[in-house]
């Protein structure tokens, strides 16, 4: 088995799994220098020595601080590594993450080393357990959700230096691929959405539940490059009627004239990539856009962004199947949405590439409860002022995805590999 | 006929309405002076002759200068007075209307007479053309709206002072009483919500459309001020898992204790109103709360704030009553909510009194249509970022509210009369 | 005797003088609506009303308040209108003087009139007391420097206004005139500065003290309109090598292009004045620099700025002539710097039309004492960070100007009439 | 001769001062990890790195980039170690410095080695050259002063940590010493100050000028820790009359109750040092104090600061011996001011230990010219709001300050090892 298909097998032993996820972290830092991991570019990013510790701090403090006898690595890094629990302490402030000159990069391994050693003694004497079980696969897929954020982070970081440093070479692009776009066809249902089961899935996906959804079309493709460069250039970002009101404010404050990490030079679009500066390829999945821009972009075509209740319907059937970090990481990728274009169904890169703006705030579905103690403070606390996107990106591992995943942003983010499809 | 029943009659005549209100304007200005109506306190508050002005200027706008030969009073108003309509050329910045020294506010009443004639001879020429009947209505509406600010933003500028001057002594209070709550239950069903018919209703109450609601309870009253005042006693301000994050950042960067306008004064709370600072009566309504405090204190009580949907479903078959500005104005009113605990159908203060925060972020009803044209910019750009609060307050108008009326602001506003009711 | 001469002469009553200050005081504010004395249009500006007030207060606080038996006119305003004696009581915060509805321009002329009889009754009774002399004095020194402020500050309001709003229409400019600079010659020596005598003087000008001089030249005009032209043309605002760093930093942040007040319209500049906008005179004085931009243009013309003592050595043995606000209320004025040349021993513009920035920073001369008790704050605790300004402006009382007179200003600002003359 | 010897004497051989200088820089770094390197904790502050590749940057920039055939070591260097000079070109910005991820430590190790080996070969070709010795001279001096900002910078980055890390550890503390203050006269004199001669000095040390400097008295010893904590324990900083205006505002805002790095823990003081948390030493002479706090000192004692004229004329006859950075970076030093009490004719650590404030303002001296090109923007241009400050620190080099040496930083800069003496 591959670590893809142990990942994604229920049957996997959960030692080999968490071993699985913790190398690919370690995997994700290789092209990274110890000065590399120490920025923070701005307070949402996080410098990756702090998600190497935060990761680690969060198997150290929800599973093995309960454990009889336990003796922390660093009893400092309870406070340093505690990302927003205040159940479990008041944590370092987040802005300031960048500051902490200690522990220094060859520290944090050891630190991982040391958590490893006593997770793997506690998961052979008691990985049958159902609450360390659990624990266990919820570190996990934190984890895999700060991966995804190491590699967007570093993206942003970069993006600072004037020089437009790789994080890596790309491989080989994929050949120009022409992209045309139809509408499929949904009728009205009462549906059902949200998760139901006992594989995993984050608490913000339940409880299932009924959702009326009126007949409805969705795009078979994410919007392209070369569709938002026509948004672009018929002044799309001139005229305040195309945009919401908070939206238009947003593009004002901050200069805004395309998406993030786009650059005009010598008349022509280059964008930034974890691979240094490249062209724009027209047949790409639009990326690095805020929800403003998605959503100012279906009202110049005269369509609008999907619900997620929508989206879930459309994808619910679906295999997951696209351009995921395995592919990403490996060596021949691009290091950016675009692989191949992966369909299902005809519902094509739905899965993967970019994370799908939908037209939902994140809010608790109707009998949410979150989790009693700290664990309860992962998602349900963040319901506000917010938007899901759905699907993955090419920086989310294709394990972590289910058509139920639940991710979320603020309208105003665009450093995630955020894109969307439309909807009417 | 009585002005509230001449505004409420579908059958009145629109010149008869257009005059009921413009003249309701005049006497919620009554008690200020010119002094009072020059102050901008924060950028959300608006100088009261801006109101004055602005309201004038959307007849103007909308209404005379279509028409063949009319000429602006001042064709700088134009600039001055437009709000946020984009279609109609850049406005004036919003946060800088307190600098404006001119026009004078005797001048503002001119330009409001000077169009009043000019909408009469309009009126007493094409009183049946539908588009101006449409127009004229909405424009009332506006103006309905404008009122209710008024009220709220010379609150807000007054109790900036620190001698906390009236607005207008108040009559006396009613007797206390005591307020007991207790739960109504809902069915689970399919329901339909949004406004349908011809008479008038905003563009964001359409379509009428159906949604899945599953059973519920709504509690018979809003929450009062002594039930707050346990949940401040409580340590409510300083449990952060209480709180939605952004909440939690909120009243820490604010230093938020309390309501807006409550003091602690010598250990008793005092509460700053239109007639000045009074004690706070347990019974009342909690009022100036944000979403924010809303949503904690739900959390607090084991339950949470009803989605709009489960409003309005509880409020589709009452009658509009309540504690309306029409009582705020006459002479023995306490200018504050909290009159008599009007109940309809077991389900009281459903009007009126306060505003209801909902759980509801405001968002677009499935197939919503903004109008063609500047007036499109009235609601559906405001869509993002916002919540739903439902029923009208002490300061709205009587003849303004319907059940599927939709007020929305910010999680964190605060200034207007905005309270809640539980539901789980 | 005019009202000039009766200021000017140490002979004349003290009660004569207060009237003729305060009456000053009130044909200053003539031309003023009651909403143009509400607004604060930056932190630095204060509105006419609060200036009104302060004034009073200030007799209120340092003369009567000390007499057996004297009853406030409203206790409040000890708080209200203090503006920075900390040993008074904390005062109302500075930023929020806009912020105050109450009390209404009405009232606060009634304040006016209340402290003028009791300030006449205890003069009547005890004029001779020196040390009612000294702070009466103080007291009209003090309203002389607020009459000023009044000026420039509601000259900032109206600016704030996109009409561009007069003060008051302005009489016929003088005819153009040629200026040519010359320059004169000063010997190097040991000379004394600061004011000596019993006749009124702050305490900043004191004491007299020795200075060691060096040989130098100082322009015989202040620098033009038409010369800072050219400066401009010749790319002054785009060359960091003339600017201080903090001076470059600021036109950098600020987007400063020329003078404040100058408007490029239609290929030529005009300027904003209290008589509306009008043609930019080459030959008058410029006028609404900052220190950085005095700074920056001598540089430029291979000169620099004198220090204070080289002013004050030049200064010292002329009379103060010049064009003064008492020319400036009069009814054919210009409200602006550049009536006809006042010339003085072939120093022209020494006194009056603008204040010249010096090269000094505002200290304490040697052997510096400020008062005991809140007066003492008067001068001492501002000396830090600004820039010592010299001769008066054509808002300024000619009663109020000595040679050894100290102004100062951080050096950003430029809402008072400050201009410059070249040394070298 | 050893390297203090060796830079002293101004018959060293420039290249063996090259060598000495640009080891001694090395040797400070010695303690500091690749991490620490790289932080930024305020825009004041720089990275170690970026001194480091600055440094050597003015070599490349000033001396051999002007040699026929130099090849730059990498070409965006030029922008990304700018500081300041932009006759050089746009230098990238400051506050920005700690988002630069590249290039590493290492790469700027090699750049220096780079560097180092041009400069020995133009130096072995042409040390005779006086313009090539004035460029090192100036390179060294301008080397020295960064090797202070690399201590004083390192010392803030290690501060944002909760943990308090040292930069090393701290020999012994010298036994406690009992200091006991007394006053010198100088009478009163038209006195020479300023540099004059053909060693090195800035320029903005020049010209020679006369100065008359009336009577005083100068303290014998800087203020003490000791003295310091009676200010506080005396509420110094809870009373307003105490303060500069200015200074007020400044320690409201930042809520300043003691110096930088003072820490109160379980009612005793202690002090954040290079070699971490120690308690505080009341015979120490205070450190880490801005120009507001001095300053309040000094009027809360009966005293004032002396100017930069008298600290000169007291200094002037002295020879420079203290506690000087070549005694802390040596394996006992204690990392902090207060070595054993270096006396010079009873006036006791005039040189060394710490910065001693003046109450001047810095400006140009009489007939001062900045030096042609981009090295005039060395001094001059940052004579704007800053202070002077006299005799060096515990962290400058010994062979680095003269009596006649002007130190600079904004009144509210307290990173420094600035302290202050009395003068009456």
């Not at 990274?32 to 570019?41: G, K, N, P, R, Y």
């Not at 279906?298 to 619910?316: D, K, N, Q």
Request: negative net charge; contains cysteine.
């Amino acid at each position: 088995m591959n670590p893809t298909e142990l990942l994604a097998s229920r049957e996997s032993p959960v030692q080999e799994k968490y071993e699985a996820v913790r190398r690919a972290t370690q995997q994700i830092c290789e092209p990274l220098s110890a000065e590399d991991c120490v920025i923070q570019s701005m307070p949402d990013v996080s410098p990756t020595r702090w998600h190497l510790a935060h990761t680690t701090w969060f198997f150290e403090t929800f599973l093995l601080a309960e454990q009889p006898g336990y003796e922390a690595f660093d009893p400092s890094y309870e406070y340093l590594f505690n990302s927003y629990y205040n159940a479990v302490g008041k944590p370092f402030p987040r802005s300031r993450r960048g500051l902490l000159s200690r522990p220094g990069l060859a520290e944090i391994w050891e630190y991982r080393q040391y958590v490893d050693q006593k997770v793997a003694a506690l998961l052979a004497d008691r990985s049958s357990d159902r609450e360390v079980q659990r624990i266990v696969e919820l570190g996990l897929q934190h984890e895999q959700q700060h991966q995804e954020l190491i590699l967007t982070d570093i993206k942003h970081v970069l993006s600072c230096h004037p020089g437009f440093p790789c994080y890596r070479a790309a491989g080989a692009l994929p050949a120009k691929q022409t992209v045309e776009t139809s509408w499929l066809d949904f009728e009205e249902d009462l549906s059902w959405i949200g998760h139901e089961g006992d594989h995993f899935a984050f608490d913000n996906e339940k409880p299932r539940h009924r959702v009326f959804v009126e007949a409805f079309q969705l795009a078979s493709h994410p919007v392209t490059n070369g569709a938002y460069r026509e948004f672009i250039e018929d002044g799309g970002y001139q005229r305040p009627e195309l945009w919401l009101s908070l939206g238009w404010q947003t593009i004002c404050d901050h200069h805004w004239q395309a998406p993030l990490y786009w650059l005009r030079r010598d008349d022509r679009w280059q964008q930034f990539t974890l691979a240094g500066l490249s062209e724009l390829r027209d047949e790409q999945p639009v990326c690095h856009v805020s929800y403003f821009e998605a959503d100012a972009y279906a009202r110049w075509a005269g369509a609008r962004l999907p619900t997620e209740a929508e989206w879930e319907i459309a994808a619910a059937d679906r295999s997951v199947e696209g351009n995921f970090w395995e592919t990403l990481v490996s060596q021949d990728a691009a290091l950016h949405p675009g692989g191949s274009a992966a369909g299902n169904l005809s519902l094509h890169r739905l899965f993967g590439d970019v994370w799908e703006w939908t037209a939902s705030p994140y809010t608790p579905y109707p009998g949410y409860q979150p989790p009693q103690g700290a664990l309860g403070e992962y998602n349900g606390k963040f319901m506000c002022n917010q938007y899901v996107l759905r699907g993955g990106s090419c920086a989310t591992s294709q394990t972590h995805i289910r058509p139920t995943y639940r991710n979320f942003f603020p309208p105003e983010a665009r450093w995630q590999f955020s894109g969307f499809r439309l909807a009417r």
